[in-house]
């Protein structure tokens, strides 16, 4: 393994050239990034040396995100003008660095230390007073069982611990809401566990968990994970789904389908997540008030 000198933490956005890349491929894009800007990266041991890149977190496939972390390790020591340089030269397309922060050699490794992450999206199909009455019941419930597909096997559990902050908000102006939408699109915002020891909670599970309180069915894509890939989703739009939502979207349109009745749909446009937030962020994030 190369000798590490350096270790940066960068900070970086994925906008919509980018949305639909996978983790895999968004990996081997950046390594690439690393050999077109010439930067001096450190590689591991083994027959096969790979480049000392690590992310804080995989990206669902389709959503955006305007702070990612990742912690590189350099064999050379840089200052932060000629990283930000070489690595802007050589950037995957969609990607863009927003911070640089120079962080000591040994310590602790990133992905532990996550704690949480912050997401909005726009709902459509929804009253925003509906929505903040579902909202307030996900919050002040003890308990939200739900299922997640894991391949080829089911888990129950609970969502209720991993759903930290809800809040309706305005609609992100840049989402794109369809002609067919007659009512005004309403913002969702929130904050999710992020955590290797005691779970991580997605997006998707929180929409099916609002659209099962408002009687309404979900569309939403399949994941990759349902296929093995890391944590990750694809489809138009919202690029997010759960196999909660697919069970209670197939459930609703069963049970109603002989009364010749469908369920209204809620629809999840423009998923974003806003950042990652480590654990001493957390706190300090959770002593401050809301933003509305």
Known sequence: MS???QRWRLVFARDEEARYLSHLDAVRLWERAFRR???????SEGFNPRP???FAAPLQLGMLAERELADI?????????????RLEAGMPRGYRVVDLHDVWVGASALAPQLAAADYRMTLCNVEKDD???AVAKLKAADTLPRLRRREKRSISYDLRPLLLEAEVRPPDPAAMVPDTIELPPVGLWLRLRHSQN???GRVDEVVAALADELGMATRLPPSEDERGVAESAAGPDAGIRAESTRQSSAAGATSEAGFGLERPLLEAIRAVRERLLLAEELETAGSQPSVE
Do not use: T
């Open 131 to 133: 929505l903040a009455a």
């Open 198 to 200: 005691q779970g991580s």
């Open 3 to 5: 000798e590490i000198r």
């Open 52 to 54: 000392k890149l690590v």
């Open 73 to 85: 390790f350099l064999a050379e020591r840089l200052a932060a003008h000629d990283l930000r340089h």
């Open 37 to 43: 800007g010439e930067i001096p990266i450190a590689k």
